[in-house]
């Protein structure tokens, strides 16, 4: 089995920057071919896709964040990364990573962004 440890969540004013960070134990030697995800979920909405980061490294945005997000991936350390800066109040949600290959899915236990006036 893979566990996914998320960290780098918090409270910060509008205009600020965090670095979320997710890293996998387990079954080390499938992970780089895997594509990773980050997610948000804010209360009474939807889950959402923000970002995502194939096995060959190809990246992917939603709209809302685009030009403000930047995903990446370290293999060596089995660790995907979101960096998000120019942060606004909408932006406040629970991230979630994910990691999967088509046939496992593995998520992360959440980590909460707050984003303040």
């Known amino acids: 089995q893979v566990q996914l440890v998320e960290s780098g969540g918090g409270l910060v004013q509008a205009g600020g920057s965090l670095r979320l960070s997710c890293a996998a134990s387990?079954?080390?030697?499938?992970?780089?071919?895997?594509?990773w995800g980050w997610y948000r979920q804010a209360p009474g909405k939807q889950r959402e896709l923000v970002a995502s980061i194939s096995s060959g490294a190809i990246t992917n945005y939603a709209d809302s964040v685009k030009g403000r997000f930047t995903i990446s991936r370290d293999n060596s350390k089995n660790t995907v990364y979101l960096q998000m800066i120019s942060l606004k109040p909408e932006d406040t949600a629970e991230y979630y990573c994910?990691?999967?290959?088509?046939?496992?899915?593995?998520w992360g236990q959440g980590t909460q962004v707050t984003v303040s006036e």
């Open positions: 387990g079954r080390s030697w499938s992970i780089s071919a895997m594509g």
């Open positions: 994910n990691l999967g290959n088509g046939r496992w899915n593995y």
